[in-house]
T-cell receptor
Framework: EDKVVQSPLSLVVHEGDTVTLNCSYEVTNFRSLLWYKQEKKAPTFLFMLTSSGIEKKSGRLSSILDKKELFSILNITATQTGDSAVYLCAVDLWNQGGKLIFGQGTELSVKP | NAGVTQTPKFQVLKTGQSMTLQCAQDMNHEYMSWYRQDPGMGLRLIHYSVGAGITDQGEVPNGYNVSRSTTEDFPLRLLSAAPSQTSVYFC????????????FGNGTRLTVT
């Protein structure tokens, strides 16, 4: 059975801290891995990763994929209260009609 | 650019009632899908469509029906609501079925009593 596991499930940090969120997967026909940020409403797209070892970066957020060890990490440096959200990891599979397999999410709370 | 629009935002139903959750996108995306989000279970795919006139079942399709008469609209019908269908429902669209990121609507919070 295809599965995606995120850790930790929740995390509390203070502004300015650096955090690392983990996503591991066991799937067949891996196509890509995606990260989303969810603040109360719609998940918003952060990154899509298809190749190992190539870091994707957007401001203070960065992510990398390891296809050999089957995991990805999402790093957030110099955290701000606006980073408080649930971060979702999802895996896209070949020949599955666009179905994404989501992890349970990591709830990040950044305290001032 | 509105993106993906879902209505209503909130709904309370009694067991056995039926209703339709509306979803429209203005990005000319071919692929549309419906997910439900439950605590501790992540997002799970209910139904999806790779283009107008084509629909297929996802992971948890029982109790739901969909149709895709136009590229823009993808309504989700609850045939006979059950308490197990209490959830947050998200409609999403993307350029293609896989290989491109999903764009989500703001969700419909449904409670079935």
């Amino acid at each position: 059975e295809d599965k995606v596991v995120q850790s930790p499930l929740s995390l509390v940090v203070h502004e300015g801290d650096t955090v690392t969120l983990n996503c591991s997967y066991e799937v067949t026909n891996f196509r890509s891995l995606l990260w989303y940020k969810q603040e109360k409403k719609a998940p918003t797209f952060l990154f899509m990763l298809t190749s190992s070892g190539i870091e994707k970066k957007s401001g203070r957020l960065s992510s990398i994929l390891d296809k050999k060890e089957l995991f990805s990490i999402l790093n957030i440096t110099a955290t701000q209260t606006g980073d408080s959200a649930v971060y979702l990891c999802a895996v896209d599979l070949w020949n599955q009609g666009g179905k994404l397999i989501f992890g349970q999410g990591t709830e990040l709370s950044v305290k001032p | 650019n509105a993106g993906v629009t879902q209505t209503p935002k909130f709904q309370v139903l009694k067991t056995g009632q039926s209703m339709t959750l509306q979803c429209a996108q203005d990005m000319n995306h071919e692929y549309m899908s419906w997910y439900r989000q439950d605590p501790g279970m992540g997002l799970r795919l209910i139904h999806y469509s790779v283009g107008a006139g084509i629909t297929d079942q996802g992971e948890v399709p029982n109790g739901y029906n969909v149709s895709r008469s136009t590229t823009e609209d993808f309504p989700l019908r609850l045939l006979s609501a059950a308490p197990s269908q209490t959830s947050v429902y998200f409609c999403a669209s993307s350029y293609s079925a896989g290989g491109s990121p999903l764009h989500f609507g703001n969700g419909t919070r449904l409670t079935v009593t």
